[in-house]
């Protein structure tokens, strides 16, 4: 039923007081002569009673050979006795190599009928067929040692996991590699209103990856926002014929919009009196932006309005003076300030009619960083909410500078977290990228529920792998070794049942805009480009 064939085991579960014995969590078998699986074959094991087996991952593996033993090996050179060869083939009755299989869980079956091996594996029709009669639960049964192990049919893994098994229904993002094939990976749609982190060391495939996931929400026609720190998705926005903007150039947010708190932050030095006055007017303004937003979807309130009531206000506290200045300060501060304008700008309108808009922000101070990001967070939000906008997926790049570990607060830290945390019923997606997990608010990571983990840091990897689901501990402390472009997806259980070891696909659409230089041919053409005449 499973598409196993009884000739092809790759090995027979063991017990042995120093390789182990089966356990509720993992099971060490024997490895048949001839066969090779490698580290992260995915294994069914059968047992005596055919209503069941258990299926796992493979995640180690040992060879024990007497005739290999330092002392063997020494003697033989020495004294020119024993075989020149001690290991010559698999067939060797003293080499026995034991591999180690992760429990993920049992497949029940649900009729009367028995779960039996055949002579070829079904077609992928059967196959979704027998699967209605197939049940997976949680692991309640301890394994049998003398049982088959055998390789999963790689048409299984995709239902193992329960993620979609054709683009149509999901995001196309890799392959799961498992023997000598693979089957490709498709993130569930559910995963991105639940929010992606994507965490990983400087040069493992970050970007790339994202650049994978933006052609994926392109393909299913998902509008996407991203604010780029180091220029990577400039030529994925032009490729998809999205629309590059500048911050501070083509691209302010509206002053009214924003909030209260983001407002203050750029207007530096009032006292607490000002302060407390040009609160009062603010909000007396940004009620009337958001009037203006539930009856047009626009917002255009000049700065005078502002300006009039603070000086109003001000007056009926009796503190005219005091108002005085501190309108002259909102007005001064807005003036010389390019990210703040009065009304609702063309990016708001691209936005619902280009696939992407990507917002360049690396040359600006991280102070003024911060505060365009929230500043734009908390507009897009609140159009999003009054449905002026459709859905959308926010990227931020560098995330650990917007939303800081330790209790660190920036301008943007309180409108993001807000948004993260109620973005999904809003229907915006958030996707967060960072290098340096351990310097980002940890609350904020658990709350993404879907974590793309690249090869990182031990530091790092000590926050992370408590957020991975049921990743086997040799699989995490391998996490430092992944290779580049190799990620560890995992999610919410009703999401993704297990996480899974990826291979991210290459890109189909657009080409990778943040290439690590190489510095040789960097300072050539440097130096042919500068050459004195």
């Known amino acids: 039923e499973l598409g196993l064939t009884e000739k092809d085991p790759i090995g027979t579960t063991s017990s042995d007081p120093f390789l182990g014995s089966p356990t509720f969590d993992e099971v060490p078998f024997h490895v048949r002569e001839g066969c090779r699986p490698s580290l992260g074959t995915y294994v069914i094991i059968v047992r005596d009673l055919d209503k069941f087996v258990h299926y796992g991952r493979i995640i180690n593996g040992t060879e024990d050979n007497p005739r290999a033993n330092p002392s063997s090996l020494q003697q033989n050179q020495a004294y020119q006795v024993g075989s020149r060869n001690p290991r010559p083939s698999d067939f060797s009755p003293h080499v026995t190599r034991v591999m180690t299989a992760e429990i993920l869980g049992e497949i029940h079956l649900n009729s009367d009928r028995k779960l039996t091996t055949k002579e070829q594996s079904p077609s992928a029709e059967t196959s979704k067929d027998v699967y209605k009669n197939l049940t997976i639960k949680e692991p309640s049964e301890l394994a049998q ?318 926050l992370v792998s408590g957020t991975m689901g049921d990743v086997a501990e040799a699989t995490i402390s391998r996490i430092p070794k992944l290779s580049k472009g190799t990620a560890i997806v995992s999610s919410a259980t009703d999401i993704m049942r297990h996480p899974a070891i990826v291979k991210i696909r290459s890109k189909n659409k657009t080409t990778h805009g943040a290439p690590t230089p190489n510095l040789v041919e960097e300072v050539q053409k440097w130096q042919e480009r500068n050459q004195p005449f």
């Not at 619902?352 to 929230?374: E, K, T, W, Y």
């Not at 967070?377 to 159009?383: D, E, K, S, T, Y």
């Not at 560098?398 to 809003?426: C, K, N, Q, W």
């Open 145 to 462: 040692t003398g049982k088959g192990v055998y390789g999963v049919p790689t048409e299984l893994i995709p239902w193992l996991h329960n993620t979609p098994d054709s683009p149509e229904g999901g995001f196309h993002i890799g392959r799961i590699e498992s023997g000598n094939s693979s089957v490709e990976f498709m993130l569930p749609i559910e995963a991105i209103a639940r929010h992606i982190a994507v965490v990983g060391k400087t040069g493992v495939g970050k970007s790339y990856s994202v650049g994978v996931l933006i052609e994926e929400l392109e393909r299913h026609g998902i509008p996407i926002i991203t604010f780029d720190v180091l220029g990577d998705t400039i030529s994925t926005a032009e490729e998809l014929e999205g629309r590059n903007f500048r911050a501070g150039e083509d691209f302010r947010v509206p002053y009214s919009a924003i909030g209260l708190t983001e407002f203050l932050g750029f207007v530096p030095n009032l006292t607490p009196d000002q302060s407390e006055i040009v609160s009062f007017a603010y909000n007396i303004v940004f009620n009337r932006a958001f009037k203006q937003l539930e009856e047009t979807g626009k917002v255009n309130i000049p700065i005078d309005a502002l300006l009039k009531e603070i000086k109003k206000i001000a007056a009926d506290f009796g503190q005219g003076p005091v108002g005085t200045r501190a309108a002259k300060k909102v007005e001064a501060t807005f003036n010389r300030n390019s990210l703040l304008t009065t009304e609702t700008e063309e990016w708001l309108r691209e936005l619902a009619d280009r696939p992407m808009i990507n917002v360049f922000v690396g040359h600006l101070s991280q102070n003024s960083r911060n505060l365009i990001v929230g500043a734009t967070a908390r507009v897009l939000q609140a159009l999003r909410k009054r449905d002026r906008i459709p859905p959308f997926v926010f990227i931020l790049d560098e995330a650990h500078f917007f939303l800081p570990a330790g209790g660190e607060t920036t301008p943007s830290t309180y409108v993001l977290r807000e948004m993260i945390r109620t973005a999904r019923h809003d229907a915006i997606g958030v996707v967060l990228i960072t290098q340096s997990p351990s310097s980002m608010d940890k609350q904020v990571l658990l709350t993404c529920n879907t974590r793309i983990v690249f090869a990182l840091d031990p530091d790092d990897l000590r």
